[in-house]
């Protein structure tokens, strides 16, 4: 398992009747596994996990481990708001070909989810997982944040190997950095920051937008691998409007439009997340024009 580099978080497909569709994940992870991508996250935030039941994830699971070959790093998200349910499906996940696990913050109960609760929640985790651990922190959506001294103590946990922090903020993501020990991976959820976040230690990134352009986002790690900063700020540049379209601004169902417009078949969102709108259509559709990587892919189609 290679816990660096760019991989993609891929959405799950939904039929019109809101039911999950295998095949269309089968079919876009197909064509996502001839890209330059180091691996896929399943079940994560994009892939509308919440709104999944057990048996439902499991199958997404399973058809996903069919496509996806074992020199991809295949992770799936386990996070549930009980620490029994997230061992149990961290263990199903394990059992059905996970390489590692990636587990949000529970955040119901918001004003209990403290440093120590954390501590105790992804330890006991940890020690039940068959396989590595790791750590995810979206503030925006949990309404919770695992600070850098409860990350700090969790990194001392010999399977817990990592986190993906999907906040912008770069001061928070240099602290998680500097305050783990070197094996410890952080990547960066955010491609709007994508950039800086690398600059202060982030291994690679978790991003939506590597499902769309995935050779500018692995182009820009390697920038910066290469201590080519001008470029990686210029590539940065380049691809923020659309992080931006797929991330703040229209979210998951943003990025099924987005994939549709280039020939994925990714469904649709499940409700209560909704379609967007033609006028975003029309402004997703704009912006992605703009990037030559795309014309490219269309012309080899």
Excluded: W
């Excluded at 070909?97 to 120590?116: C, E, H, I």
């Excluded at 690679?204 to 937008?209: P, Q, R, S, T, Y």
Aim: proline fraction near 6%; charge should be neutral; charged fraction near 20%.
């Amino acid at each position: 398992m290679i816990l660096s580099g760019v991989l993609a978080p891929i959405p799950t497909p939904f039929d019109d009747a809101g039911a999950v569709d295998a095949g269309k994940l089968r079919a876009a992870l197909a064509r996502f596994v001839k890209g330059p991508l180091t691996g896929f996250i399943i079940l994560g935030s994009n892939g509308e996990a919440v709104l999944l039941d057990e048996d439902e994830s499991d199958r997404v699971i399973a058809a996903a481990r069919e496509v996806v070959p074992k020199d991809r790093t295949f992770i799936v998200g386990t996070g549930r708001e009980s620490t029994q349910a997230t061992v149990h499906a961290t263990k199903r996940a394990a059992e059905l070909g996970a390489d590692a696990v990636l587990v949000r913050t529970p955040g119901f109960f918001k004003s209990q989810m403290t440093n120590d609760a954390f501590v105790r929640h992804y330890t006991t985790v940890a020690d039940a997982s068959p396989v590595p651990v790791l750590l995810y922190n979206f503030t925006a959506l949990t309404g919770v944040n695992l600070l850098p001294a409860a990350v700090a103590r969790l990194a001392s946990h010999p399977n817990i190997v990592g986190m993906k922090e999907s906040g912008g903020d770069i001061l928070h993501i240099a602290d998680l950095v500097s305050g783990t020990p070197d094996e410890f991976n952080v990547f960066a959820g955010s491609a709007s920051t994508f950039y800086p976040a690398l600059a202060v230690g982030c291994v690679g990134g978790i991003l939506a937008l590597g499902c769309v352009v995935p050779g500018m986002c692995v182009r820009l790690f390697e920038l910066v691998r290469a201590g080519r900063h001008d470029d990686a700020r210029a590539l940065q540049r380049q691809i923020v409007p659309l992080a931006r379209l797929l991330g703040p601004t229209y979210g998951v169902p943003g990025l099924k439009a987005a994939l549709a417009l280039i020939g994925y078949d990714l469904g649709v969102p499940r409700a209560p997340l909704a379609r967007v709108p033609d006028t975003a259509i029309a402004s997703i559709r704009e912006t992605l024009a703009q990037y030559e990587e795309l014309h490219v892919q269309s012309a080899a189609r």
